[in-house]
Every structure is written in C-alpha cells, then in structure tokens.
C-alpha cells in the first residue's frame, strides 16, 4: 500500500493480520473495515452489531469488567473525591481514569 492514501491510517502489519483473520487480501483491508462497498468485500461496518460483538469479544478476552454493571462504582468513587478534594475536573477525570485502569474497568493502548 506504500505512500497512496488510505482510508485507515493503521500500520500495514496491522491491516495485514485483520486480512488473515477476515479471509480477505491485505488490499481490501481498509475499505473492508470502513464498510465501502466494492468488488473486495461487502464492508464490515454494514451490519452494525459486528463491531458490538467484536469489542464485547475483546472485553471478555482481557478480562475487563463491563462499564454499565461498573459505573456506579465509578460515580461513587468521583462523588466521594469531589466532596474530600479541592481538584478540578481534569484532576477528577485523571483520577477517574487511574481508578478505572487500577479496577480493570479501562485498559491501556498497546502504543
């Protein structure tokens, strides 16, 4: 794919590998995942509950905790910051954040 524009600004290796686990060829690739439809593929996104269930898929193979059953955990926690702190709201958000990640609600980037 060399120095043309894509429409995914990812590593090639990266694109390469989700071509392996979709059957498809490493050309397609970003037009596969952005849902354009062309003679390489019909377009992931085109069925709308395919990236639900791959990120549910990746949740579960990290092991994090799904937000929705640990949200009030993490209002609690800012609640109580709040009312013991004189931090403001990136203070608050960082703490969120390190919490989160601390709780295996949040994971870092591979980067």
């Avoid at 193979?61 to 209002?75: D, G, H, M, P, T």
């Avoid at 608050?92 to 609600?105: K, Q, S, T, Y």
Wanted: net charge negative; glycine share 6%.
């Amino acid at each position: 794919m060399g120095g043309e524009a894509r429409p995914l600004n990812v590593l090639e290796e990266v694109l390469e590998f989700v071509a392996e686990q979709l059957g498809i060829h490493a050309v397609c690739a970003p037009e596969y995942l952005i849902g354009i439809h062309t003679v390489c593929a019909p377009g992931y996104l085109s069925r709308p509950k395919t990236a639900y269930e791959h990120a549910w898929e990746i949740r579960d193979l990290l092991e994090l905790a799904e937000f929705s059953k640990r949200e009030q955990e993490v209002r609690d926690y800012l609640a109580a910051r709040v009312w013991s702190t004189i931090e403001g709201p990136w203070a608050l958000f960082d703490r969120a954040v390190v919490h989160m990640l601390r709780e295996g609600i949040l994971r870092t980037s591979p980067r």
